[in-house]
């Protein structure tokens, strides 16, 4: 990871055309705005929606693990992980057409292992927080 953050530019993470399940899922704009936090934005789609007209949960979850892996794409260019540990809660709802923000918190890293902390916010409201632990992999 970079040591100075500072002056770090919003980057954006689409992986859309991937021909995974983030195909359904929108581009993210990200930036690392302390060695141990990344605040990001996304706009959801329509289809993210449930049948009362918020955010559904599952779409949430996707969404906040499928993130989890930035600082090592920050860091590597690619998140070469996987996800061994997820806890999620939901204190607030969200609804379709408003983005949605967030922070992803590095809590402890080792060599083999990330420990993230996400919170999803829409308009001032915590929509979802949780903690994840990351398994990272040596890819080529």
Known sequence: MTDDVSDQEWRIFDVTESGTWWDDLPAVSYRQSAADRIDFRMQPSEQSGNRLGGLHGGFLAGFAEGILGLFLTVANGLPNCVTVSLSFDYPGSGRVGLPVEGQLYLVRE?????????????EGVTLLYGNGVLRKLNLP
């Open 110 to 122: 080792t060599g083999r292992m990330q420990f993230v902390r996400v919170v999803l916010e829409q």
